[in-house]
């Protein structure tokens, strides 16, 4: 393959990485997806690809359906066990931001969200809300007609619309709100803690280290406070587990403020607020090593805000 080629490829990988993540949720995947894509493109007679740009986008969707509809990925995620990879705010794996629709898109909310809708629906919604490709477009990609774009966007947007939380986070709103929620869990009363979420909020987490073999749902401000303040309390036995004392940080995780507990560089969990009315509605606790080595890589390579707390 001539350089030319490769460096057309090359200025593509983000916004495919970016498509492969919104269908996938898996950044692993996304990237497996997208060289995938690149061995197609190093195989094809690229003198007869009238439209590069297209014809990678093409490969890329139906790669990642592919992987979709694949019986070990269903198995897997119908046991209960499987959660979106976070990615920290900056990577462009994220890809676009400039609309209320490209950024809902990458919300954990929306990703999971999103695990309802079949895979041509997933598809649709994703080409449509956040690459903005038209029905004529959308059509061509995935071999139907347009109609059946628009009925398909119409009912994932329809079941998705019902149910998400949107609010606009920048890092400061960030810090002040993931210093509030970990004071408030700090502080030994968990009343001081409900008040920060709404009356139905409701909470997920693979468990201390990642650890646990389906997800465990908290399906109440009470209980879900509860789970907060005994994981937030600090002891020798965690920090044994931990390798440490570890720092609590501030950030922004798939465009929702978010609780980083961090040692020696590494990210060993994530704790991400959906935001509702001003209060936080969902919880998502995230600790298995293989979900956070993306994020832990990004804030490898970033500049840290002071810590909440220096040594927890």
């Not at 080409?127 to 059509?139: G, K, N, Q, T, V």
């Not at 803690?193 to 650890?211: K, M, N, P, R, W």
């Not at 749902?217 to 036995?237: E, F, H």
């Not at 936080?280 to 805000?305: N, S």
């Amino acid at each position: 393959m001539n350089t030319a080629a490769v460096e057309q490829f090359e200025a593509s990988r983000n916004r495919l990485a970016s498509l492969a993540y919104r269908l996938l949720g898996s950044a692993a995947d996304a990237e497996d997806t997208v060289q995938d894509a690149y061995l197609r493109w190093q195989a094809a007679d690229q003198e007869y690809v009238e439209v590069p740009e297209a014809w990678l986008t093409k490969i890329v969707t139906n790669l990642a359906l592919d992987r979709l509809r694949s019986a070990q990925l269903r198995r897997e995620r119908a046991v209960g066990a499987w959660m979106p990879e976070p990615l920290l705010d900056g990577d462009p794996m994220l890809g676009p931001a400039d609309t209320v629709e490209q950024r809902e898109s990458v919300t954990l909310a929306v990703l999971m969200l999103m695990e309802r809708l079949s895979p041509v629906e997933r598809a649709v919604y994703v080409l449509r809300e956040a690459f903005a490709y038209s029905h004529a477009e959308i059509a061509e990609i995935l071999e139907i007609t347009e109609s059946a774009s628009q009925q398909h966007v119409h009912r994932a947007r329809r079941r998705i619309t019902a149910e998400r939380n949107s609010r606009d986070i920048d890092r400061a709103s960030a810090r002040r709100i993931v210093e509030a929620f970990v004071d408030a869990a700090s502080s030994g009363r968990t009343e001081q803690l409900v008040a920060l979420l709404t009356d139905d909020a409701t909470g997920v987490s693979d468990g201390a280290l990642g650890l646990a073999e389906t997800l465990i749902r908290y399906s109440t401000p009470q209980r879900l406070a509860a789970a907060v303040r005994t994981g937030l309390k600090s002891s020798a036995a965690k920090r044994r587990l931990a390798g440490g004392s570890p720092s609590i940080h501030a950030g922004v995780v798939n465009g929702c403020p978010a609780m980083l507990v961090t040692l020696d560089d590494r990210v060993l969990g994530v704790t991400i607020l959906e935001i509702r009315d001003d209060k936080i509605a969902g919880v998502r606790g995230i600790a298995a090593p293989y979900r956070l080595d993306r994020l832990t890589a990004e804030w490898q390579r970033r500049e840290h805000d002071v810590p909440l707390i220096e040594s927890w």
